[in-house]
């Protein structure tokens, strides 16, 4: 039974889930306001756009870059992973924060260390903070440690465990379901990689410019995706009784997919999984029937055409196949049952679009099911024990 208590009520939406769904434009706008130089042009392209207020010592001889985070901050992680690699060109590896102290990277010089917790105050990847802090405190230094936190609240443990933190701001998000916090640290970590990618020279004037304007419609773009809020409610009811979810994507969306899949689970408690698409086909489509329903990620760009040839083969085995695609693609409108349209978008861009209808159809599939969206069971918005 729903929670009816006032403090679990919003006067404008039925759940805090879905306000803070529906926040997402304006925090895009506050990221960019924080982070981006609206007045930056060509002509200064010397100049990064983004000002971090991060030191050159950060930066500077910068080799390799580690990650550690937990759940919905590790898929927004793996998602940095590939801005930083593409962008910036910063051979970078993720990995979660509760196996870091058993098994950690390499201790690889002149490498950054960044902690990723929405809350700043999660137990394990304070732990691996603290271990990779002590072990390089003792070496040679360009072994010594470089920390850098991304977290949604400043005020917390992590901003007094490292002398820099970038902030994603979002306010305060009520539902313990992540997900304005999530789009939040998407904007950050790409911010992060545009600006290493400018002080490294890594793209042109003109390719630039190119994702700087990209970025700035991304708010209108989610308030597209919004407004078709009713017909992704019609899906999801369409999709209630359904117990088998699989979530498939290649390449930057990927991590969506996997985002996607914890979505639904944590608030529906539906069984769902997220797989790479080109390795869903190397055994795990062995469970695929009618009773199966897929939700597929397929955005025009480089790995475009192997996702559809890949779902194609997933489609003949007679599952449900629902697409988060662009409109006005024919072979796309044939091969999906039903479609969900975001609007065009970079590719590199595409994440923060194409997670907005995984929300949507997580939260509405839990309405329906009768269940609590804002508090699901056995979990909390902080994790502070291991």
């Known amino acids: 039974m729903l929670d009816d208590r006032p403090e679990f009520r919003h006067p404008e939406f039925r759940h805090f889930m879905l306000k803070e769904i529906y926040e997402q434009p304006d925090v895009v706008r506050a990221c960019l306001e924080k982070y981006l130089n609206l007045d930056w042009t060509q002509n200064r392209a010397s100049e990064s756009p983004i000002h971090l207020e991060l030191p050159a010592s950060l930066y500077n001889g910068l080799a390799e870059i580690h990650i550690v985070a937990c759940g919905t901050s590790l898929h927004a992680s793996l998602v940095g992973q590939y801005w930083l690699e593409q962008l910036a060109g910063i051979p970078t590896r993720v990995r979660y924060a509760s196996e870091f102290p058993d098994h950690p990277f390499p201790l690889t010089p002149n490498t950054l260390t960044i902690a990723v917790t929405q809350s700043g105050e999660t137990a394990d990847t304070l732990k691996a903070l603290a271990f990779e802090q002590q072990r390089r405190s003792r070496l040679t230094p360009a072994c010594r440690p470089r ?37 939040a640290q998407l904007i950050v970590f790409y911010t992060l990689a545009l600006d290493l990618a400018c002080r490294r020279q890594m793209l042109s004037s003109d390719r630039l410019n190119i994702l700087l304007r990209e970025l700035e419609r991304l708010p209108e773009k989610i308030s597209r995706i919004l407004a078709a809020t009713d017909e992704i409610a019609q899906l999801a009811k369409e999709l209630v009784e359904i117990q088998d979810f699989i979530f498939l994507a290649r390449g930057i969306n990927y991590p969506i997919a996997l985002e996607g899949a914890l979505k639904l689970k944590e608030t529906s408690y539906i069984h769902a999984e997220g797989y790479a698409a080109g390795e869903f086909l190397h055994g795990p489509i062995a469970i695929l029937d009618e009773q199966v329903t897929v939700v597929a990620i397929a955005v025009p760009g480089q790995v475009y055409d192997k996702t559809l040839a890949n779902l194609q083969k997933v489609k003949s085995r007679g599952a449900r196949l629902i697409g988060i695609t662009t409109p006005a693609n024919s072979e796309a409108a044939a091969l999906f049952d039903s479609l969900v349209p975001i609007p065009e978008v970079d590719e590199l861009l595409s994440p923060i679009l194409t997670v907005i209808p995984l929300q949507l159809l997580a939260y509405y599939i839990t309405v329906y099911r009768g269940l609590d969206v804002d508090r699901p069971r056995g979990l909390t918005k902080s994790l502070s024990a291991e």
């Open 147 to 183: 920390l850098l936190g991304l977290t949604n609240q400043p005020d917390s443990t992590l901003q007094q465990r490292v002398d820099h933190i970038l902030h994603a701001p979002s306010e305060q998000e009520v539902g313990v379901a992540a997900t304005k916090s999530f789009v």
